[in-house]
């Protein structure tokens, strides 16, 4: 153990004062802050930003009850044409134009015309208010009184709870979104770690080999010793620089979204909507609208999470980046010893990535649907359990699956490390002569008696 811990130390102060590693420990959450900040830093210009809109209206009605909305400022000009402003639009003063038709009670279609990219926000907005006076007038021409309009138009929300096999309240909808962002960014977390540090293991074991340090140490450690301190060593540097971005990539951002942008994420109050078609006032449910123009920005996250239990979640992350780094960097370590040129590397990483490289891309069907069957053979299958186990934990799974995974992966990194620590001792040994799978094959099987 004390040889062990020599490598592990001698990994681990090696790597931790490299400069790279130092500029990349704090460069790195201001990088990642920055895909949260620039979004809030470009919402919060684009509230300043005011965009006229200019309404012609072939059925003279309609236009009066499209009132500004956001930075939306609507103009209604009755004589103006659509050929009119299509070539001096950008002299005009207009951002837009909103063609209502005179056919629209038939056609049910209105055109924007605009040198810019229109955003959802306004064309949902029109297609909101032009739906309900159109609703409106046909029921008003159908001798239908304001009072029954008004009974039948109210919305009916239809909320989605939660229940444990045993009838208890676990979740309900309005944390959803910000468990989908958990799962997905902490499953991706997982794998980028995994994978930069497993890299990075083969990448120094083919370094030493190359320059013959290796063939030093082993005359006084044991292969399995080096790969153990190695592993261990790159792991712990690995699991103190993702730490180290998590505290200071929240705190960042956290600090931005108090101080900076404290009102980006409030959504704006929504215009009350009079249908002077009559002289009575129609209250109108907008909350559609609220949903399709508010920006659900990674920052929710923040905000009350419940149902998630954060002592598994944290505990779980940890176990399965330290169980999932082993058994992946056990793998790269074999296959570093067994080659001795770096540019060989490539042709084997891609092979021992597939599996992570599946659960990324299986990720969103796994939390869409997170209790399939395909998401429970995933999340115990060793080589993609630390990526899809992490990202149905938001979701609430039986304790049992969980305790299953652990088991299934570490039986598994025991089983690894036992066979990349045979390919390592044997690829040290047998260094500037290529090893073939036959030679490979021949570590595994029971040896010949000299009878």
Known sequence: MNKIALIFKREFTTR??????????FLGPLLIAAIFIVPMWIQKMQKNVIKHVAIIDETHILAQTINDYQTYRFTNIPDATVEGFRENLAESGYDAVLFIPRNIYSSQAAIIYSHVWVDDALRAYVSYVLRRDLEYMALIKENVDVET?????????????????????????????????????????????????????????????????VEI???????????????LGIGSVGLIQFVTWTILTVGIVYVAQVTIFPDVYNPVPLPEMGYSITDNQLDADLSTVQNVTKIEYAIDLFESLEGINWTVMILSFIFFFIFGYILYASIFAAIGAVIDQDTETQQFVLPVSIPLIISIVLLEGVI?????????ALSIIPFTSPVIMLARLPFGIPYWELTLSVVVLLITCFVFVYISSKMYRAGIVHYGKKMSFKSILALFLPKKSAD
């Open 149 to 213: 309009i008004k009974r039948v138009s109210t919305p009916v929300h239809v909320g989605v709870q939660k229940w444990t096999k045993e009838g208890r309240y676990i979740d309900d909808d309005d944390s959803f979104g910000k468990k989908v962002g958990i799962a997905f960014g902490g499953a991706f977390l997982l794998y980028m770690f995994i994978f930069i540090y497993g890299v990075l293991v083969l990448r120094g074991v083919i370094e030493e080999k190359v320059n013959r340090v």
């Open 16 to 25: 931790i004062r490299n400069k790279a590693f130092l500029l990349m420990t």
């Open 217 to 231: 140490v082993v005359s006084s450690v044991k292969p399995l010793q080096l790969m153990a301190g190695k592993i």
């Open 368 to 376: 869409a649907n997170p209790e399939s069957t395909l998401a429970f």
